[in-house]
C-alpha cells in the first residue's frame, strides 16, 4: 500500500534535513585541526601589548578578585589577534579563556573596553612579563591542588614560558579559596580540595561570580 500523503511529506522533509546536515558537515572544517591551525600561526606573531584588570592590584580575601589578562599577537595589515584568560588565582587558575577572531587595530579599543566592564577601573596596559605570570603563577598553584586550566586556554599564544616569573600580588597563595562561578561542577571542585588540602582548609566565596565577558 502507498504511503499517505501526510507520511510522504514528512519523509520528505526529513530527507532534506538530513540532506542540508550532510552538507554543513561536509563544509565545515573540523574544529580541533581549524583551531590548531590558528594557534601555530598566531603563536609566529610578534607580541603586541598586553592588559590586565585595574583592580589585580588588590589583595583583599572577601573573596580574591578574578583577574582578566588580555595579550595580543600584531599580523600585517593592522591585524591584532588577541588572547583571554580569566584567572582565578587562589584556586582555578585559568577558569575561562578564549581567543577572538582577529581584528582591524581600530576596532581593538572597544573590544578591550568590552572585557574591561566586569571590572573595576577596566583594563589597563602593563608588561607582558607581568601579564604572563599572573596566568603562569595561577596556573601552577592549580596544578598543585589537582586542576587543569580551562580547555580553550590557548598556551601557545601566552608562552613562551619566562625562565622567571616576576613576583605579582597573590600568586602564592597562603590557602586556597574558591570563588564559586555560575558554571562551577561544585561537587568535582569540593572534592579535588578535600583530598588535596583536607577538609576545613580553603575558603569558598558565597557569592556567585558575576565577571562578564564578552562572546569569543
Known sequence: MPASPGKQKQREK????????????????????SQASILRQAAQLPHGQAYVSADFTLERMDPPRLVSVVLTRKAPGGIVVASLALVDRTCLGVK?????????????????????????????????????????????????????????FPDPLFGPRPEALADTPLSH??????????????????????????????????????TGWPTP
Not at 577601573?121 to 605570570?133: F, K
Not at 570563588?179 to 558565597?206: F, M
Request: hydrophobic content about 40%; some cysteine.
Open 14 to 33: 526529513q530527507k532534506k534535513k538530513r540532506e542540508i546536515a550532510r552538507r554543513r558537515n561536509a563544509a565545515r572544517p573540523g574544529p580541533s585541526f
Open 96 to 152: 575561562n579563556a578564549f581567543v577572538a577572531e582577529p581584528m582591524l587595530e581600530y576596532n581593538f579599543g572597544s573590544f578591550l573596553a568590552e572585557v574591561g566592564r566586569a571590572h573595576e577601573g577596566g583594563m589597563v596596559p602593563c608588561e607582558l612579563l607581568v601579564a604572563q605570570s599572573i596566568v603562569f603563577h595561577a596556573l601552577d598553584y592549580a596544578a598543585s591542588l589537582g586542576f587543569e586550566p580551562h580547555p580553550d
Open 173 to 210: 597563595p597562603t590557602r586556597p579559596f574558591w570563588v564559586r562561578g555560575p558554571d562551577d561542577d561544585v561537587e568535582e571542585i569540593l572534592a579535588t580540595l578535600d583530598e588535596s588540602v583536607g577538609e576545613g582548609n580553603y575558603g569558598v566565596a558565597s557569592i556567585v561570580d558575576s
